[in-house]
């Protein structure tokens, strides 16, 4: 036997080399072979599952593991503690301070139509872990090509649902909230072994075919809003400025009418006082007023000269020119 493969062994190899020496690299080949499909190593940020013929048996975490040679067991790495992205409407090149991105377009992802029949170039970004090992590799077959469908699918219909300045302005964040909502229901329902932790809106423009038209739009209705706005800023000056005149003159009216109320009580209360003091005793009474009126009046005439109507050719001993003497 050993003849025989000496005889071969020189037919087919050239003279010079030793076939004994060859005989020891084959064990020493396999049992390198051995070793070499025997153990692996998982990275800190990954874990290892193992399938025996085809069929999941256990999950290894990281380190240096051994599983079964020659192709029994096969072991399928899965970053489970790294974050993963999934780009729509635009691909990353370079990531860095100064990202270079593809030049190739991607509207087949991007291009959508809104809810007034408007259309809306929108790139976003999904970022994601794997929570399952397990479910990630056999629930759904090709997981991450089944997620961007999913993504594509809930875009489209969120951004459906609303109007062009919805998605390009005030609602961005809603859409976003919006999609990472149903993004992790349907992942839960198809057993994806996914987590959806965020998804960001990078940049949400109308087509590049619109674009002047849009921007002329946005124009006239920023040009309505500045004019509403101004508008609105007059209003607010001279409206509450008459509205608070119109109180004063009111306040002041009001004031007026309860002064000459007052005034009008008292005078009637006065004049029902002296009526009734008038009754007990008319005479002296009337003398009082006659003499209390007299007394205003006269303070208020300057020099007097009281004479008897009786006294006769004293009037020529005054001179009432020169005094501004009153005969009374």
Do not use: C, H
Not at 18 to 24: C, E
Not at 191 to 197: D, F, H, L, R, S
Not at 283 to 288: I, M, S, W, Y
Request: glycine letters at 6%; proline letters at 4%.
């Amino acid at each position: 036997m050993q003849q025989n493969f000496n005889a071969q062994f020189k037919q087919v190899f050239p003279k010079g080399v030793n076939p004994i020496r060859f005989q020891w690299l084959i064990p020493v080949a396999l049992i390198v072979f051995f070793l070499f499909s025997s153990f692996f190593t998982v990275e800190p940020e990954e874990v290892g599952v193992i399938l025996r013929f085809g069929k999941y048996v256990r999950k290894v975490e990281s380190g240096l593991n051994f599983k079964a040679p020659f192709g029994i067991e096969k072991v399928y790495k899965v970053p489970v503690e790294r974050q993963l992205k999934e780009e729509f409407g635009f691909r990353t090149e370079k990531a860095g301070v100064r990202s270079q991105y593809s030049s190739q377009s991607f509207l087949e992802e991007s291009l959508m139509l809104t809810g007034d029949l408007n259309a809306a170039d929108v790139e976003w970004i999904v970022q994601y872990r794997i929570s399952d090992p397990f479910k990630f590799l056999f629930r759904v077959r090709n997981a991450v090509q089944t997620f961007r469908d999913i993504n594509e699918a809930i875009m489209r219909e969120i951004v459906g649902d609303r109007t062009v300045n919805e998605v390009l302005t005030v609602g961005r964040q809603e859409v976003a909230a919006t999609a990472t909502k149903m993004l992790q229901e349907l992942a839960d329902q198809y057993e994806m072994g996914i987590k959806v932790e965020q998804v960001v809106l990078q940049d949400v423009n109308p087509p590049e075919q619109v674009k002047p038209a849009f921007n002329e739009v946005n124009e006239a209705q920023q040009e309505r809003e500045k004019l509403i706005n101004q508008a609105r800023s007059e209003y607010n000056k001279v409206v509450p400025k008459a509205r608070g005149e119109a109180q004063r003159t009111i306040e002041e009216a009001r004031g007026y009418a309860l002064e000459r109320i007052n005034n009008s009580k008292g005078e009637a209360a006065k004049f029902n006082a002296v009526f009734n003091e008038y009754s007990k005793a008319k005479e002296v009474t009337k003398q009082r007023i006659y003499l209390e009126t007299m007394n205003e009046i006269l303070q208020k005439v300057g020099r007097k000269l009281i004479t008897d109507d009786n006294a006769s050719g004293i009037l020529p001993l005054f001179d009432l020119n020169k005094g501004g003497l009153k005969n009374e």
